[in-house]
């Protein structure tokens, strides 16, 4: 997050590099002009937070409904079984041994 010595030292650096004296009074002036100027302070506007009562989360239970009926209306997506990875853990198909991954970081 940028802090206001951050902005003020931008600032500073931007003008000490100006060397045009038209342009440095161009900026003595609207600094006079900003200082003279009252600049109403922006507020973010209060959000609030809208909590329901616990009654209206409840749903009616519903039968003869199926396994899958319930994956669809979730959307899920099949992922990898345990079996499946179990057996891939089991067995990896290395091409080399573990010494010598180890020794190759070395």
């Given amino acids: 997050m940028v802090g206001i010595n951050d ?3 931008d600032i500073i ?5 100006i060397g045009n004296l038209d342009k440095l009074m161009a900026i003595s002036k609207n600094v006079q002009e ?3 100027t009252v600049i109403p302070v922006k507020t973010k506007p209060r ?3 809208k ?7 409840k749903t009616g239970i519903r039968k003869n409904v199926t396994f ?10 099949k992922g990898l079984r345990f079996e499946d990875f ?3 853990q089991d067995d990896p198909d290395w091409e080399c ?4 991954l180890l020794a190759a970081l070395d």
């Fill in 97 to 100: 041994t573990l010494d010598e």
């Fill in 86 to 88: 179990k057996e891939l």
């Fill in 34 to 36: 900003i200082e003279n």
């Fill in 13 to 17: 650096n931007r003008i000490a590099r």
């Fill in 51 to 57: 909590t329901l009562p616990l009654s209206e989360a």
């Fill in 7 to 9: 902005i003020r030292m």
């Fill in 68 to 77: 899958e009926q319930i994956l669809e209306e979730q959307k899920y997506k």
């Fill in 47 to 49: 959000r609030v937070k």
